[in-house]
T-cell receptor
Framework: DQQVKQNSPSLSVQEGRISILNCDYT??????FLWYKKYPAEGPTFLIS?????DKNEDGRFTVFLNKSAKHLSLHIVPSQPGDSAVYFC???????????????FGGGTRVLVKP | NAGVMQNPRHLVRRRGQEARLRCSPMKGHSHVYWYRQLPEEGLKFMVYLQKENIIDESGMPKERFSAEFPKEGPSILRIQQVVRGDSAAYFC????????????FGPGTRLTVT
């Protein structure tokens, strides 16, 4: 049951260029889409989110785009910096269903390497 | 304000032994979630607890795994009779209101079964 897929396991990009991470999902009930960043030997940290009623959310160098008809979202990082080297997880979430709505469903992650 | 604490950070167990993983949520948080990350995979939800209650254990294996979050003290994830397939990183997250948007993760416990 793979509701969330990140089809690119890794991405290498030059410092200063754009990093584009993709995420596809199957469940049209998701209300929010979260992106988490994870460094080795640490827990995931929240990066940015987007509501299903929006198609774009921007926070500094990070922008997330949502295409509901295609069930696809992407995270853009520009300009990419060496400190952005990490694994990025897409994690959709359903609001409102008391028990099931509180868990996050994670994609497999994309490992980003930003080269100086 | 300390973040989510997990201990131990690394745990080695032989097959058949028991593993106990502890999670202390952030101050003021009464909702705890456990996730498991197998090598080269994403995190998979296991169980969601509030104080003294299991709310959702739909991701928990039916046998050998149990979780609790007592009125006092940390949340405990217990794995009995560990097998090699249990080797993974186990992450705990806490939130103040039980909302997916507000989950803060601990550093994880890496369990190795030999």
């Amino acid at each position: 049951d793979q509701q969330v897929k990140q089809n690119s396991p890794s991405l290498s990009v030059q410092e200063g260029r754009i990093s584009i991470l993709n995420c596809d999902y199957t469940n049209s009930m998701f209300d929010y889409f979260l992106w988490y960043k994870k460094y080795p030997a640490e827990g995931p940290t929240f990066l940015i989110s987007i509501s299903s009623i929006k198609d774009k959310n921007e926070d500094g160098r990070f922008t997330v785009f949502l295409n509901k008809s295609a069930k696809h979202l992407s995270l853009h990082i520009v300009p990419s910096q060496p400190g952005d080297s990490a694994v990025y997880f897409c994690a959709p979430w359903v609001v409102g269903i008391k028990a099931a709505g509180n868990k996050l469903t994670f994609g497999g992650g994309t490992r980003v390497l930003v080269k100086p | 304000n300390a973040g989510v604490m997990q201990n131990p950070r690394h745990l080695v167990r032989r097959r058949g032994q028991e593993a106990r993983l502890r999670c202390s949520p952030m101050k003021g948080h009464s909702h705890v979630y456990w996730y498991r990350q197998l090598p080269e995979e994403g995190l998979k939800f296991m169980v969601y607890l509030q104080k003294e209650n299991i709310i959702d254990e739909s991701g928990m294996p039916k046998e050998r795994f149990s979780a609790e979050f007592p009125k006092e003290g940390p949340s405990i994830l217990r794995i009995q009779q560990v097998v090699r397939g249990d080797s993974a990183a186990y992450f705990c997250a806490s939130s103040p209101k039980g909302l997916g948007l507000e989950q803060y993760f601990g550093p994880g416990t890496r369990l190795t079964v030999t």
